[in-house]
Structures are given as C-alpha cells and as structure tokens.
C-alpha cells in the first residue's frame, strides 16, 4: 500500500493540475507535495507526471491511476459521511478565503454554534477554489461575480473597495477632500497593481497619477490591511474587512470614495445538497449576518448602486 500522503497529493495534484495548488489544498508547501509525488513515483516505480518548465501533465500511467485513486478518496468521504450520520453528530465543512474568514467569519461564528450547537462546524481556508464535486467541503465561501455552474450561489456581501490608511499617516492634517490629492500620499498596492489605476479611473482623475502603478505590493488582503495598520500607505480593501479597524478608529477612510466592483463574496454549495438542513441553517445566518453588516454602512450600499 502506499503512503497515504503521497496518495493525497497525487489526487489533489491531478485534480488541480498545479503543485502549488494542491498544496494550498492540503495546507503544505509546494516542496512538500513535490516530496510526496516522488515518493509515490519511487513507490511504484513510474513516472505519474511530465514536467515540462512550470507545466505539469500525467502520464500515461498517471491518466490510469488517477481515477480509481480519486473514486477511493470520495468513497472514503461518503463512509465517513455515513458514520458521521449514524452517531446523530453533523458536521458542516466551510471553506473560505484567508483574510475573509480571518476578518469577517470566525469573529461571527461563535453566534452560529451558539444557535446551532449539534452542528459541529469546521473551517478551512485556502486561496485555492475549494473542489465541491470532490466531497469533504459541504459549503464555500468565493469571491467572485456568482456563476459557478452547477453550484447554487447566494451572496454575502459585495466587495467595493475603499481607500483606507492609518489616521497618523495623515500627519494631523485634514483629509484628502479629492481623487487626485491621494496621490500625494504612500500608496499600498494589490498583487497585480490593477486596483489604483481603476480606481482613478472611476473618480474621472486623467492622466492616472504614476503613483498608481508603483509602490509595496501585496498578495493578500490581509497583508494589505496589516501595512495599513502600520502606517506604510492607503490601501484598497473590501470594506467588510476593514469595519472593524474603522469602527475602532485604528483606520480611517482616507477618502469616501469606493470603488464599486461586480464582485461579491458567495455562499455555494451544490445544488443538489443545497436543503440539506445543518447547509440551510448556515446560509440562513451567513446571509443575515452579511444583510447585517452591509445594512450598517452607507459606502458599501452606496457603491452597489
């Protein structure tokens, strides 16, 4: 039999295709995973992938020997499933984004098992799109416009960014009353540097200011918010993740101009378990939580609009 990890990332890598994704799947490195697949290769001495630079593709035998290893994972889930039933204890597996499940779910969710103490709740977080077909994750949660084929996808709340900064950046003077003026302040970037220049752009300001494409970067929302919270800059957040900071006073709203986007963060789950009960319950708080929060800020209804 082999290690059951190298069979683990063996599965996960190609159902993503990727090593860093599956490892961001299994909450391990790439190098790890890259470990595990040798392993397995050594194991049963084949080759499972082509690595061809960055690209990856299976082998003739990997093609073979993914789907009965894939079938046995998801059988194994199911039984577990089963038995799960059988001892009258449910268990709802969620996952979500980092920063959002760090910033706006976990502070939340002590309300939930509170109201619903025979679900046994059970979060996961990664970047990675969490694969439902695939079974042990009953519900999502993604960030995204919310057309996810064959998911059924409720919203939360909608992402609108807004420029937030700590108020000493500010240096005591008053705020910047115009677009164009936050050029002159330290600006934090997203990973790609997409989110300044558009944001110019909707608040009519030409040329874009070249402070929009220079400066720190970060690849999560987190990271921004925590330079941020250190004085290094303005950053552009989903306001449903700064409220807290801004309702301490440990950020302000450099300027009450957002960034309104399509974008929102979704509830999903298959819609063939979309009533299964301990899976309603959930979206039933998650939403209200989420008309909740939204309800209570005018920017974030505003940039809806």
């Known amino acids: ?19 860093k994704r599956a490892a961001g799947e299994l909450s391990v490195t790439p190098g790890a995973v890259s470990q595990q697949i040798a392993l397995l290769e050594q194991r049963l001495g084949v080759l499972l992938f082509h690595r061809r630079d960055r690209a990856l593709a299976l082998t003739e035998a ?14 194994i889930v199911e039984a577990t499933r089963r038995v799960n039933s059988v001892s009258g204890a449910p268990i709802l597996t969620v996952s979500a984004p980092p920063a959002f499940a760090a910033v706006w779910l976990v502070p939340r969710l ?23 077909d695939a079974g042990g994750t009953d519900v999502a949660i993604r960030h995204g416009q919310g057309r996810w084929k064959g998911l059924r996808a409720d919203r939360i709340v909608t ?13 005591g003077r008053p705020p910047p009353s115009r677009a164009e003026e936050l050029a002159s302040l330290p600006l934090l970037h997203d990973g790609q540097r997409q989110d300044w220049p558009l944001w110019f752009q909707a608040h009519e300001v030409q040329p874009v200011p070249r402070e929009a494409f220079s400066g720190a970067s970060f690849d999560d929302q987190m990271l921004l918010l925590r330079a941020a919270l250190a004085g290094q800059g303005v950053a552009l957040v989903t306001e449903a993740l700064a409220r ?33 009960p301990k899976i309603v319950a959930f979206r039933d708080w998650v939403l209200a939580e989420g008309a909740a929060d939204q309800a209570a800020d005018p920017v974030t209804t505003r940039g809806e609009r």
């Open 1 to 19: 039999m082999p290690p059951l990890n190298a069979l683990r990332a063996f599965e996960a890598v190609a159902r993503l295709g990727s090593m």
């Open 110 to 132: 002590g309300a939930f098992q509170a109201r619903h103490p025979t679900i046994d709740v059970r979060l996961s977080t990664s970047r990675a799109l969490a694969d439902l």
């Open 62 to 75: 990997g093609r073979a020997y993914f789907p009965p290893v894939r079938s046995a994972f998801r059988q």
């Open 159 to 171: 992402a609108a960014l807004v420029p937030v900064c700590n108020p000493a950046l500010l240096g």
């Open 244 to 276: 807290p900071e801004l309702a301490s006073g440990l950020l302000a709203r450099a300027l009450d101009l957002p960034l309104p986007q399509d974008s929102a963060y979704w509830l999903v789950c298959l819609q063939a378990a979309a009533e299964q």
